[in-house]
């Protein structure tokens, strides 16, 4: 024990030895006393969301509403699609008309100048003949039907067949309720 000899050292170890005891002191005031088992700090465990909550379901509720958003605006954008593709067949028909007609009065105007001109007014029928029912053909629906499972779409279908898109539409939606 030549460590204890020097009267320095004693005087460090009742030093440290003090701030243990006040250390603990106030501790012990600061916790407090446990009763048995409790531990020193008491955990509060924090609410749990359940999901019977008020807001617990908003964020599905969100998502499910996105959902048929996306949803709505897929099938708008079809349907505008489909629109567009129809309209443009009516415009490229009506060009088609449009510069038939201007033939034709070309053609009347020569005619009513005295010329002699070919009767080639540029006649091109988009269906066929009025005494031609092509919904009781069965050979038109299965053409029809074929081009479908191709996959073209009902504008091109019309064109290719002669048809007016309506009466495609209509044989091709006959199909889909069978």
Same mark, same amino acid.
């Given at each position: 024990?030549?460590?204890?000899?020097?009267?320095?050292?004693?005087?460090?170890?009742?030093?440290?030895?003090?701030?243990?005891?006040?250390?603990?002191?106030?501790?012990?005031?600061?916790?407090?006393?446990?009763?048995?088992?409790?531990?020193?700090?008491?955990?509060? #465990?924090?609410?749990?969301?359940?999901?019977? !909550?008020? /807001?617990?379901? =908003?964020?599905?509720? &969100?998502?499910? $509403?996105?959902?048929?958003?996306?949803?709505?605006?897929?099938?708008?954008?079809?349907?505008?699609?489909?629109?567009?593709?129809?309209?443009?067949?009516?415009?490229?028909?009506?060009?088609?008309?449009?510069?038939?007609?201007?033939?034709?009065?070309?053609?009347?105007?020569?005619?009513?100048?005295?010329?002699?001109?070919?009767?080639?007014?540029?006649?091109?029928?988009?269906?066929?003949? #009025?005494?031609?029912?092509?919904?009781?053909? !069965?050979? /038109?629906?299965? =053409?029809?039907?074929? &081009?479908?499972? $191709?996959?073209?779409?009902?504008?091109?279908?019309?064109?290719?067949?002669?048809?007016?898109?309506?009466?495609?539409?209509?044989?091709?939606?006959?199909?889909?309720?069978?």
């Amino acid at each position: 024990m030549a460590l204890f000899e020097d009267s320095s050292a004693w005087i460090v170890l009742c030093a440290m030895l003090v701030a243990i005891v006040i250390l603990l002191r106030r501790s012990f005031r600061y916790f407090g006393r446990r009763k048995g088992r409790e531990p020193p700090i008491v955990h509060v #465990p924090r609410p749990e969301d359940s999901p019977h !909550g008020l /807001h617990s379901d =908003a964020s599905s509720e &969100l998502v499910r $509403q996105e959902v048929q958003l996306y949803e709505r605006e897929r099938d708008v954008s079809a349907r505008l699609d489909s629109k567009m593709g129809i309209l443009q067949h009516l415009i490229h028909q009506a060009q088609n008309e449009i510069t038939r007609l201007e033939a034709v009065i070309t053609q009347t105007k020569q005619i009513g100048a005295g010329e002699a001109v070919a009767p080639d007014i540029g006649m091109h029928v988009s269906a066929p003949p #009025p005494s031609v029912d092509p919904m009781a053909s !069965g050979a /038109h629906n299965a =053409a029809i039907y074929a &081009l479908a499972d $191709q996959g073209m779409s009902a504008v091109t279908i019309a064109h290719h067949v002669g048809m007016p898109l309506d009466k495609i539409e209509a044989i091709l939606g006959e199909r889909k309720k069978t």
